[in-house]
C-alpha cells in the first residue's frame, strides 16, 4: 500500500516541499510588539457607529464581486491618479499572489532586494518562479548597480521594492528605484505597506511609468484584522491581473467596513501621527543604550542590533518579562544578531525599554 508520505513525495512539487510555513508565534497575554500593528483600538463612538453599519447587511446575500463602493472610497482615501486601475484584495498578500501568478511561465524570475518582505520570494516559489535576490549594503540601503546588473542579466518578470522596507524600516532611495523603473522591462512592484507613517510615496509616478504597480494596505492604519489590500497600476495590466482574482475575494462585511473605515480616514491618520511620534522616543530610548546597533525607520517598528551572539538570550529575556518581539537572527546573514521592534502604545514602549536594558 502507497503511504501518506510517498504520494506527497510523487504529488508535491519539491520547491513546495522545501518550503516553511509562515510561522505566527501566539501572543498570548504578552504584550505584542512583533507584528506592525496600529495598537490603538477604536473609539468607542466609531465602533458603535459600525456596529449600526453592520445590522444592515445582507450576509444571506454573495457581495459585490468587483467591490465598487469599496474602490471609489480608497480610490480617495489613497490619492491614488485619475488614469490609474486599481484591484482590491484581501490583504496585499493576495494581490501579490495575484502579481505573480499572471506572470508565472516557465523560466521565469521574480527579483527583489534581502532582507525584505519575506512573501515576495515564498509566493514566487509556489508559483514555480526562480526568485533572485540582491542583498542590501551594509547600512540596509538598496545597491542600485547589483540591481541593475541583475534586472539586464536576469530579465525579470516582477521586481518587488518594499517602500518603507521590512523588515529594516528605512525607505530606498527614490532616484535608484526610478533607474530600475527605466531599465526594467517587466513589472516594478512598489509595496507601499507603511504609507501612513511616512510622507514618500511612488502613488503619482503611475501616469509617467506603465511597468509601475503600487501597493498598499489597510492592514497598518489599524484595520489588520479586515484584511484589505489595493493595487493601482495602468489600466492594461490591472486587466490581466484581475483575472487571476477568485470570485468574490472580499466578503460584504470587509466591503462595508472598509468603506467605513475610509469615511473616517482622520481618526486613523491622527492614530498614525501618535505613532510616528512614538516612534521617534522609541528610537531615542534604543540609541541611548550604547550596546545596540539601532537603525532609522520610516515604517511602525525599529530595526536594533543586539551584542554579538545576544539576540537569542534577548528575545527569551523579553518574552519572560512578557513582552513579545520579532526575533531575525537566523532569517538571513544580514540580520544576525537583530530584532525588530513594534512602537506600542506608550505605557508599552516604556515597559519593553526598561526590560531590554535589564537584559543587556
Known sequence: ???????????????????????????????????????????????DAWLEELKAVELN???????????????????????????????SDELIQMIVQTVAAPGRSVLAPEPTFVMYRQIAAVAGLAFVSIPLQQDFSLDADAMLTAITRQQPAVTFLAYPNNPTGNLFDAEAINAILLAADGLV???????PFTDASFMSQLQKNDNLLVLRTVSKMGLAGLRLGLLAGSREWLEQIDK????????????????FAV?????????????CD?????????????????????????????????????????????????NLHGSADALRD?????????????????????QL
Open 244 to 259: 487571476t482574482r477568485l470570485p468574490y475575494n472580499l466578503g460584504t462585511l470587509n466591503q462595508v467596513t472598509g468603506c
Open 263 to 275: 469615511q473616517h480616514k482622520q481618526v486613523f491618520d491622527e492614530q498614525a501621527r501618535k505613532i
Open 278 to 326: 512614538a516612534r521617534a522616543g522609541l528610537l531615542a530610548g534604543l540609541q541611548g543604550m550604547s550596546s545596540l546597533a539601532v537603525y532609522p525607520s520610516e515604517a511602525n517598528f525599529i530595526l536594533f542590533r543586539a551584542p554579538p551572539g545576544s539576540a537569542d538570550t534577548i528575545y527569551r529575556g523579553l518574552q519572560q518579562a512578557g513582552i513579545l518581539v520579532k
Open 189 to 195: 512592484v512598489v509595496d507601499e505597506a507603511y504609507a
Open 1 to 47: 500500500m502507497t503511504s501518506a508520505n510517498d504520494r506527497v513525495k510523487k504529488l508535491v512539487r519539491a520547491e513546495i516541499r522545501a518550503l516553511g510555513a509562515y510561522h505566527v508565534p501566539v501572543a498570548g497575554d504578552l504584550i505584542k510588539l512583533d507584528a506592525m500593528e496600529n495598537p490603538w483600538p477604536w473609539p468607542d463612538s466609531l465602533r
Open 61 to 91: 446575500r454573495y457581495p459585490d464581486p468587483s467591490a465598487k463602493a469599496l474602490q471609489v472610497a480608497m480610490r480617495s482615501a489613497m490619492s491614488v491618479p485619475d488614469s490609474a486601475s486599481v484591484i482590491l484584495g484581501n490583504g
Open 338 to 358: 537583530c530584532l525588530r521592534v513594534t512602537v506600542g502604545l506608550p505605557e508599552e514602549n516604556k515597559t519593553f525599554l526598561a526590560a531590554l536594558e535589564q
